[in-house]
């Protein structure tokens, strides 16, 4: 139920040769106040509500709940979401003894390339490849929660 995740920009689209999976994302917010988040998220053909909590000092660190429902019952609900829905290709890339996630974003936020990492714990080792760049974890410009509400073709 807690989450440990960094968020880093992409310098290229090197990593998608190395991607052993890719699913399209649909999600928008039924509540984006960034002390408690609800979304509503598409992946495929599954449907899930989270909600997570506001991140530690470092933004690495938050609490985090999420419960899949059926597809049916998310498009109902993302009719009622807040404005703004986030589109985005979710890729999955090996490195190492981790995977990376990496969102090739589309619609209003079309140009933004970032990749996360879950980690066991904050300070836990990880090889990062060529194409990761700088390090946005604690950045909420690049939470998705913000990017619904000010797209990234807007910055």
Not at 79 to 100: A, M
Not at 121 to 142: H, Q
Request: glycine share 6%; net charge negative; proline share 2%.
């Amino acid at each position: 139920m807690i989450e440990i995740e960094r968020k880093f920009l992409v310098l290229s689209n090197d990593f998608i040769n190395e991607s052993f999976g890719k699913k399209r994302i649909v999600q928008a917010y039924l509540n984006s106040n960034p002390e408690r988040t609800v979304r509503v998220r598409i992946k495929e053909d599954k449907a899930f509500l989270t909600i997570k909590g506001k991140g530690n000092s470092t933004g690495t660190t938050r609490l985090e709940w999420e419960k899949e429902i059926a597809v049916d019952d998310a498009e109902k609900l993302l009719l009622i979401c807040e404005s703004g829905v986030i589109d985005k290709i979710r890729h999955e890339v090996k490195v190492g003894q981790h995977v990376f996630e990496v969102d090739v974003f589309a619609g209003e936020n079309t140009g933004l390339l970032l990749a996360e990492i879950e980690l066991q714990s904050e300070d836990e080792a990880f090889e990062k490849p060529i194409w990761l760049g700088k390090e946005v974890t604690n950045d909420e410009r690049y939470y998705n929660a913000y990017l619904s509400k000010n797209p990234f073709k807007k910055w």
